[in-house]
């Protein structure tokens, strides 16, 4: 009887950790932030943001059809994580879903997601790169964050960026 | 306690624990993460020492090996052998030395696979960034070439190119200058930079660009210069004319025709010692741009503001932009002197024909606009048949070109002179009245008395003179460009009359033929 108790204690134990730390861990950046930003007199809803730096695999405007026709709405938004146990944001992907496949369309990872207030404390030494990728993980797990990428990069397959 | 309640408990209990464990280990650094999830394990074996004894402890205890393992690779799984046959030893009698060896083979084993996994993970990792930022420079080389290759502007493709090197989504330095080669190659000077001056502009227009959500055509077409490209960088840089010297970097880029990364500046370099004392930088690159063989200029990159090393790798990226943009800007540039030639008349230098229609177009005064007047000034050599059929057409022409040269000279900066065909000659002098342009006619007049020319001594009077007519559209019967002209032509005609060597100003006439 212990026998299978434990190995189903063990599954349990390896199952609620790997399915409860990513939503953890985003709200563990999200305190955090919300309390290290406090403490230096501003809000993260309040940090302006670059999103210039998300990589696309097609060509700006593209021509092909299927791309150029799709929806807003068939853009899938992916946050990709490191691992499921410890789990670090790497960046944001962004794919189109057509007839049950996906195909990647641009992918902004966390290090080039930029917010010049935080560009500038860390130049003034206030606060640490840590901190940095701490806050801007939290801004871009943000809904309306990752709203406004979602629209930015359809607007991007339409109009191009010159 | 009964089995199943104890199965029920040991559940709850892993469910409990590993909540509990991954509520804490977020907000803590890696390593305590790790050690967090490693004593996590190693309470649930002990509450299943609670519930069922410590009969199984010796087996159930692999589960702390291996995820200590997992967490720390090899130094940690083996940690955790020591420490599983000591907790064994605590709960059990006699030291179970029979297990050690199992105990290290298993937290080896799971430390090395561990490693092995983060390891291919990195791998994996590391080939995706490369491939991602091959894709983005890509993306930026496509984007641009697209845009250059649809205009033959100078002014816009030197945006363009700067642009894609300082913005975001492109190679990201923080600021970039172009130099273009002059004076047949011998200097290269400054023509326009984007980014700041210093690092705290340089934040502030950060700030702005993302706090207007601005796009990189909105900085083109709108706003770049203006607001994004700083005028004291700018009014410095256009100031600069930095010889292309064997001695300096500027001179080794392009004799090289490679990048050149400067990391500290060298006090036996001029130009270097310039662009630090200038701009205020300690390290940059310059990439030549160079299009078959020709020095077309130099681009110049920093990171003044984040102060980022400049990479072989950075400059290996950039190349590409950078031949491409120096095959646009030399046709560019050959453009602009195709655009030269057809609009200038090649013995004289003076505008042609084609330039007077174009400018008398775009100056002549719009209906019932008469406080922009356009006056016309319109003249010719005296006797100059006769200098010819005496001195022959060679010298003619010697004294064509050093007839404009005498226009030119006794004219203000934005007045347009022309050849008007064979010894004829054109003035336009826009915003300026009748009586202005009388006094302009007659410093033309006076200034050609003056100087001296080839063969002159032949003409009649001994020396080379013209004779003048002047009109202005703020005559009541000039209401047409014709008119403009035919009003100067008689004005010019009657001078003729009056003896030649005189300026005689349509005024004195009430109608035009």
Request: hydrophobic letters at 45%; aromatic letters at 10%; charged letters at 20%.
């Given at each position: ?162 | ?374 006056s016309?000034i ?29 226009i030119v000279n006794s004219l203000r900066p934005d007045d347009f002179s ?9 003035v336009l002098l826009p915003g300026t009245?009748?009586?202005q342009a009388?006094v302009l006619?007659?410093k033309i ?69």
């Amino acid at each position: 009887m212990i026998e299978l108790a434990f190995i189903l204690a063990t599954l349990v134990f390896f199952m609620v950790s790997a399915l409860t730390s990513r939503p953890l861990y985003n709200l563990s950046q999200k305190h955090y932030s919300n309390r290290v930003t406090a403490h230096y007199g501003f809000k993260v809803s309040d940090l302006h943001y670059s999103y210039d730096q998300m990589i696309y695999f097609i060509s700006m405007p593209t021509t092909l059809p299927y791309i150029k026709n799709a929806l807003k709405e068939d853009l899938v938004i992916e946050q990709d994580y490191s691992s499921y146990f410890f789990p670090v944001l790497k960046g944001i992907k962004i794919s189109l879903k057509q007839n049950s496949e996906n195909m990647y369309l641009a992918y902004l990872p966390i290090g080039n997601f930029r917010l010049p207030h935080l560009d500038k404390l860390q130049h003034e030494g206030t606060i640490h790169e840590q901190t940095y990728l701490r806050i801007s993980t939290s801004k871009l797990l943000d809904p309306g964050t990752l709203q406004e990428v979602r629209e930015e990069v359809y607007k991007q397959l339409q109009v191009g960026r010159y | 306690m009964s089995k199943l309640n104890a199965f029920f408990l040991l559940i709850i209990a892993a469910v409990g624990i590993s909540l509990t464990a991954n509520v804490l280990r977020f907000n803590v650094s890696v390593f305590l993460n790790q050690l967090i999830f490693s004593a996590a394990s190693l309470i649930l074996v002990e509450v299943s020492v609670y519930f069922y004894g410590s009969n199984q402890l010796s087996w159930t205890i692999l589960l702390f090996i291996a995820t200590a393992g997992y967490c720390f690779k090899l130094i940690g799984g083996i940690a955790a052998a020591l420490t599983s046959v000591l907790i064994v030893y605590l709960h059990t009698e006699g030291f179970p030395l029979a297990v050690l060896p199992i105990y290290l083979v298993i937290g080896a084993s799971a430390g090395y696979i561990s490693q092995y996994l983060l390891n291919k993970k990195r791998e994996h990792h590391s080939w995706m960034y490369m491939l991602m930022e091959q894709s983005k420079h890509l993306q930026v080389f496509r984007e641009v070439s697209t845009t250059m290759q649809g205009t033959l502007q100078q002014d816009l493709l030197l945006k363009v190119i700067l642009t894609s090197v300082t913005a975001g989504h492109g190679l990201g330095f923080n600021r970039a200058m172009i130099f273009l080669a002059s004076n047949q190659a011998k200097s290269l000077k400054g023509i326009v930079g984007v980014g700041p001056m210093d690092v705290k502009k340089g934040y502030e227009v950060w700030e702005k660009i993302s706090e207007d959500r601005l796009k990189l055509r909105d900085l083109i077409e709108h706003n770049f210069d203006s607001n994004f490209t700083d005028p004291e960088l700018n009014a410095i840089l256009r100031s600069l004319d930095i010889p292309i010297d064997e001695h300096n970097v500027f001179g080794l880029a392009l004799s090289s025709q490679k990048p050149v990364i400067v990391k500290s500046i060298s006090k036996e370099d001029m130009s270097q010692i310039l662009i630090k004392d200038l701009f205020q930088t300690e390290e940059f690159a310059l990439i030549p741009l160079i299009n078959q063989g020709k020095n077309i200029g130099i681009l110049l990159i920093d990171n003044i503001v984040n102060k980022r090393p400049i990479t072989l790798m950075d400059t290996e990226n950039i190349l590409p932009l950078a031949n491409q943009a120096a095959i646009a800007l030399d046709h560019a540039n050959l453009y602009e002197q195709i655009e030269e030639m057809a609009l200038h008349d090649g013995l004289t230098g003076l505008l042609n024909q084609r330039a007077f229609q174009k400018i008398l177009n775009d100056h002549f005064p719009i209906e019932g606009n008469r406080n922009s007047p356009l006056s016309l000034i319109i003249f010719d050599i005296d006797f100059f048949k006769v200098f010819n059929d005496k001195n022959g057409h060679l010298l003619g022409n010697e004294v064509l070109m050093k007839l404009a040269r005498v226009i030119v000279n006794s004219l203000r900066p934005d007045d347009f002179s022309f050849r008007f065909g064979g010894e004829e000659f054109v003035v336009l002098l826009p915003g300026t009245l009748l009586d202005q342009a009388e006094v302009l006619a007659e410093k033309i007049r006076s200034n050609v008395e003056k100087a001296s020319f080839p063969g002159e001594k032949t003409q009649p009077s001994g020396t080379l003179t013209v004779s003048i007519g002047v009109a202005c559209t703020n005559h009541s019967g000039i209401t047409t460009k014709n008119e403009l002209i035919e009003a100067a032509d008689q004005a010019l005609y009657k001078a003729k009359n009056a003896g030649k060597n005189t300026v005689v100003s349509f005024k004195e006439f009430v109608t035009i033929d």
